[in-house]
């Protein structure tokens, strides 16, 4: 009885399933899935390389330098670093004083408490600050960007597939809407069409307009190609100022392996130097079984029987 139901319960599994994929078949063939238009116009990022790529990579300095300008002439109005602070830029070579400088410098204050009356106010930055955001709040943040938020900076390049190549191709790809995009898909009012980004329009009006939008001190030539590649290259150290190190934590454990794979294999070798090897055949082949044939076949033959083989 149990049996008979288990197997009505089973084929009632069968009957469902084999029934479901007979009109979801059914379905993809006679409506095949279209293409979202998101997915047409989309680009991959762009093919850029940057020096802080591969195992061996290491930060050019005066890259991130030239980046942090960027950053601190145009980014700097809309994003804050929320995880970056103002003396960790030591870390690309500025000194003591200079760090000290930029931090009195900064265009944006940051949030404080007035010690006597306690009310909100802000204050010059100090080395120890962060970089902060130029709005009080996500809502005023929102309200000056077309209700969309500029996002914190510091983990951007680890947060977006493609990372600083991401980065760069966004800065790098405002373009005119292609004309085969349909109407619902073109820019809106303060939207501006970018494939790079996944929905293809994006609330950040073009932040790198013009070649020589910034002067860089080292004498490079700021092309709009150059600001967005030192940008991008200096939020990659943003997001993991410690890359260099780990690179070579990385090489230093894997030379290390290596020699402790080679001195363990020469201590195998040691060890079993003076153990021959012997590889003894099985079955008919084994000596002994053909020992006691060629015994058998003797005897065999004394008698007067004759065997063959
Ligand atoms: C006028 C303000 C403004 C400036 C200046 C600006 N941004 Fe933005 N940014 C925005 C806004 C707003 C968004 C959110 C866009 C959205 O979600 O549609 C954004 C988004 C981004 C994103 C995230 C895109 C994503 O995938 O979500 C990156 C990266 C970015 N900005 C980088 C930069 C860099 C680098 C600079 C400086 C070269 C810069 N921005 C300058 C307003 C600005």
Not at 72 to 85: F, G, I, M, T, Y
Not at 152 to 163: F, N, Q, T, V
Request: hydrophobic share 40%; net charge negative.
């Amino acid at each position: 009885m149990v049996r008979l139901i288990g197997a009505l319960v089973g084929l009632g599994f069968i009957v469902v399933l084999t029934f479901s994929l007979i009109v979801g078949a059914s379905g993809f063939i006679t409506e095949p899935p279209t293409e979202s238009i998101e997915h047409k116009f989309h680009e991959e990022a762009k093919h850029v390389s940057f020096p802080s790529d591969g195992p061996f990579g290491r930060f050019d300095r005066a890259q991130l330098q030239r980046g942090f300008q960027v950053y601190k002439e145009v980014c700097a109005a809309c994003h804050s670093l929320d995880l970056v602070a103002f003396r960790n830029l030591q870390d690309l070579g500025y000194n003591e004083a200079e760090v000290k400088a930029i931090a009195q410098q900064w265009a944006i204050e940051v949030p404080d408490i007035n010690p006597e009356t306690g009310e909100p106010t802000t204050r010059k930055a100090l080395p120890a600050d962060h970089f902060p955001s130029p709005y009080a709040n996500e809502i005023a943040a929102r309200a000056a960007n077309n209700n969309a938020l500029p996002p914190d900076l510091s983990l951007i390049a680890k947060a977006r597939e493609h990372g600083a190549a991401y980065v760069y191709s966004l800065l790098t790809g405002y373009q005119d809407p292609p004309g085969n995009l349909p109407p619902e898909a073109r820019p809106g009012e303060g939207l501006y069409y970018n494939p790079y980004f996944p929905n293809l329009n994006l609330a950040m009006p073009p932040p790198i307009v013009a070649d020589g939008q910034v002067t860089y001190a080292d004498g490079t030539n700021p092309t709009r190609e150059q600001m967005a590649k030192d940008v991008s290259a200096f939020l990659v150290w943003t997001a993991e100022p410690f890359l260099e190190s780990r690179h070579r934590a990385g090489i230093a454990t894997l030379l290390f392996l290596l020699i402790a794979t080679i001195l363990a294999y020469l201590s195998y070798k040691q060890i079993w130097a003076t153990s021959k090897r012997e590889v003894r055949p099985a079955g008919p082949l084994d000596p002994e079984n053909m020992a006691r044939r060629e015994f058998v076949k003797a005897d065999a033959a004394a008698e007067g029987r004759g065997v063959e083989g």
